[in-house]
């Protein structure tokens, strides 16, 4: 399969971050993910990756996914998963629904201040 043959895969656009692991290489880095389809998607970071080279990435909601680079242009690259995901879950409020980002940071009590604190 050249690459060329899964273009007809609708691609749903998005900006996560997720985590990649080289295979053979220890440690992980952080990607951004820049659209997500069933069958693959197209990150970007600044990892040193080659076409053929085996993967995870670990992306929210749905976890650790194997595949291989389909294709590398400058600090972008395509991976193919090894079997299809569901790329919509990705899209899901993280875990049971609570709050995420801002909303999610522990409000702290400072009695000089008098009053509750968000720490940011």
């Known amino acids: 399969m050249d690459g060329s043959e899964n273009r007809h895969i609708a691609r749903d656009s998005l900006f996560v971050m997720a985590d990649l692991r080289l295979e053979g290489v220890d ?9 997500l389809s069933s069958g693959g998607m197209m990150g970007e970071g600044l990892v040193r990756v080659s076409r053929g080279t085996s993967v ?4 929210r909601n749905i976890g650790w996914i194997a ?5 590398v242009q400058d600090n972008r690259f395509g991976v193919a998963f090894a079997e299809e995901i569901d790329p919509r879950e990705a899209r899901s409020p ?3 629904g609570a709050a995420t980002g801002a ?12 009053g509750a604190i968000r720490k940011i």
């Open 56 to 59: 995870h990435v670990n992306v």
């Open 67 to 71: 595949g291989s680079i389909a294709w």
């Open 103 to 114: 909303a999610a940071r522990p409000v702290i009590f400072d009695s000089t201040l008098g």
């Open 27 to 35: 440690g992980e880095h952080r990607i951004k993910v820049r659209n």
């Open 94 to 96: 993280l875990g049971d």
